[in-house]
């Protein structure tokens, strides 16, 4: 058995997130028929770095598999992306060590948040952006950005039904990037909570509309209490953008 890491990108639009559900079209289960369909029926598991929600997506996220198949780095790309449908691409396949794990390998995760800011709806943006209307102030985003790097406990900034006891992580970059009428938000971290990353940007869109200052970060930071951060941002607007090793 040889393992195997891919890169996969898609459109979240049209899955019920990554992992496999019950009666649910998710990445996995497309993945999973495509690698069957290779192994004459054999049911071939993939692990990714982790699951993403319905209707986020990915530009790389990064799964691995194993398998009997003596077939070529390359061609497994042309064959599974013959299998796949249009809305999800291997970009990348490549022999690694058994030693190798998608989730436990991992040292880092970048996330972007794209923002759409305009009053007028664009039917080209409605699944890839999130539409936002108001006038936003960006520098006192940059600043309140800024007491969430370094290393805290982000439990006011987790979804409260999380199973998860330690929500200790370590954000090294946070960057409000601007382009005309799009703003991309990039999250550079150690690991994320679930829902982290979009309550940092609905608590970030509080800050730059006015509601929230940002020296009331580290307050809400310290409180441990997710009902003083920001809404969860819509999932639409998340990328999985690439997982480090």
Sequence with gaps: MQ???GIIAYDGSGFSGYQV???KRTVQLELETALAKLHKGTHVKVTAS????????????????DSPLAIPEERWVIALNSLLPEDVSVISVEKVDHSFHAR???????YRYLLYLSDRRD????????????????????????????????????ASNTDVEDKVRTIQ???????RNMLM?????????????RILVGTLLEVGSGRLEPADIPTILEAKD????????????????????
């Design 50 to 65: 982790g699951r993403t929600d319905a209707g986020v997506h990915a530009k790389g996220q990064v799964i691995h598999f």
């Design 173 to 179: 970059t946070i960057e409000c990037l601007e382009d």
């Design 185 to 197: 938000l990039r999250f550079v971290g150690n690991g994320f909570l679930y829902n982290m990353v």
């Design 21 to 23: 559900q019950p009666n």
């Design 3 to 5: 393992r195997y890491k």
């Design 226 to 245: 997710r009902r003083l951060a920001g809404k969860t941002a819509p999932a639409h607007g998340l990328y999985l953008w690439e997982v480090y090793y």
């Design 123 to 158: 039917p080209f943006q409605r699944n890839f952006a999130v539409q936002y209307p108001y006038s936003l102030n960006l520098q006192a985003m940059k600043e309140a950005s800024q007491f969430f790097l370094g290393t805290h406990d982000f439990t006011s900034f987790c």
């Design 104 to 110: 436990f390998s991992a040292v880092g995760k970048e």
